[in-house]
């Protein structure tokens, strides 16, 4: 008994170690944003609470000795191409999924090349296409070269995602709608979609989150306009200021609040549908 | 008006179906009997067109419609797992087809409600509309799945074994529904099962399929008074069917009256109707096929004995409590079994029925 309970106590202590772990640069990052500024650095003690880094982010700040974060329109190109990577890496991968319900000649060789874009080392990849555009003479930019490498690389996440949700997928609903006359494509949209469609939802954020923070392809391939993760790391190169660390609050915010649009939709959905299955809709309308 | 001719279809050179032709008629109830790998699912998936056939054809209403997609064929698929849509509740369910349909699709939403509240009231499922199909029974989801198909009007309606999931009670309340929907609307329906009562009791016509073909087709009365094929006699599940060398020893004792010997000779397979064999004290000297007595089970409205020959076959023997009183046998103890020689049916080694 004595055993079991000394057990418990270390699971519960290395549980909470490695969950402050987990959280500590955050938390830390955090503490550091409410440093005072600007002559505040990023370390403590904290000298005086104050909000002045997050208004030198936002760029309400007063000019000082600090030089605002080149991050504006890095954080616009980030948000666009994951938002552009998102949209294709999705729909591919849902087609692809559809493609391999059925086993075709040279199914494997396909699965393999798909899931080798997740595989490859970001770094070989991000060379060899450097070293490729080249030599056709092909600019690199964050739009071009680096936009396809992020397809290349979220594409297999959203492909896997829809492959387990195919997996779990009950062909006899599509049989049944063809069998009431109504064609395969307006089946693919009035049933397998809808059926399908939280699926959907978890290969776009997998396929957003990671394009958004993707580094060593977008370092070689990226151009001169870089994103927004490069734009830390240049920053952080030279020397940082407790700003770096309120931005990296916001953007955490911005992660958790897609995460929640996530939830809810999710949740929306299902709500729907027991609203009407109780009757609710009816006192509704 | 529906015909089926010659259809071939095998899965990796391993033949599923072959040679299998019949016809439905206007306003008919066809049971298709089966057991499981008997290729009565793949049939049906032919017919609705969500399998193409390696050779033959269909023909509705003189229409070659074998290489007709799924959703223009007009015709109706009742899954056996009903295969509802989870995202819809009971009235979108049934009303989907009428709403999607890529022909005759209907807008007016008077007129699917119009349509689709008439259809639920035929099928029972009135104050339902609004479940989600997770929250109501499988007799339920039988009916809306039923519902669904049938509201598109259908050429002919396929059902794979619409009473498979449901339990005894509901089973029977549906298969007097089912024949009395169908009734109502004069549709086709064929109805694919495994269960002989079923096949029996709801089919104005009957076929009986094994090993990917046919082997009889026709009026469930003939087929169970007279299965021309052994398969059939079988299917049926109220035969003892003796074979093999032991059989000639087996009818000598067993018979009362006379068979002509030739008859015998020709036979190679007997089949004797369970609830026609007479059941005797082996100390009493009437002749008869000697047999111990095992055990027997109680059903309600009949008895069933279950008894071993000497060469340790199982022989059953059925009484119907409404006929007599049920025996009182001893176990282990030897009886003998007789029965009418115009009661006994002998198969060629073709498993043809001698007539």
Redesign the interface.
Known sequence: MDKVVSLKWFLGIFTALFVLFLYGPFIVMGILSFQQGPEGGPQFPIIEWSTYWYQHVMGYAPPSRVAPLPIGEALIRSLTLAFATMVVSTVMGVLTAQAFRRRFRGSGLVFYSVILGMIVPGVLLGLGMALLANQFGIDRNWWSTAFVLHVVYTYPFAFLVMLAIFNRF?A??E??????????A??FR??TF??IFPGVLSAMLFAFTLSYDEFPRTLFTGGSDVTMPLAIYGTFAVEIHPNLFAFGVLTTLFSFSLLVIYAILLSVSTRR??A??S?L??DIS | MLEVRSIFKGFAGVPALSDISFEVSENEYITLLGSSGSGKSVMLRIM???LNPDAGQIFLRGEDITNR?????????V?Q?Y?????L?VFDNIA??LR????DRMTDESLITRKVSEMIELVGLTGQE???T??ISGGQKQRV?LA??LV?SPEICLLDEPLGALDANLRERMTIELQNIRKELGISFIHVTGNEFEALAMGQKMLVMSEGRIVQQGEPQTLYTMPQDLITAKSMHSFNIFSGDMMADYLKAGIKGKVPATKISRASHCAVRMDKISVANSSAKASGLEATFLTSEFLGNKVIYFFKTNDNRICEVEDHMSLSEPKLLNANSTYRLSWDASDMLLYDENKQLIS
Do not use: W, Y
């Open positions: 009950d006899s609903v049989e049944a709608s063809l069998s009431l006359g109504v064609s395969p307006r089946t009035k049933v809808p059926i549908q027991r009407r299955a009757g809709q009816e | 609705a067109g969500l997609p799924c959703h223009e064929r007009r015709i109706g698929f899954q797992k295969a509802l849509f989870p995202h509740n989907f087809g999607h349909r890529n022909n609004q479940k989600m997770g929250q799945s669904r198909t598109t």
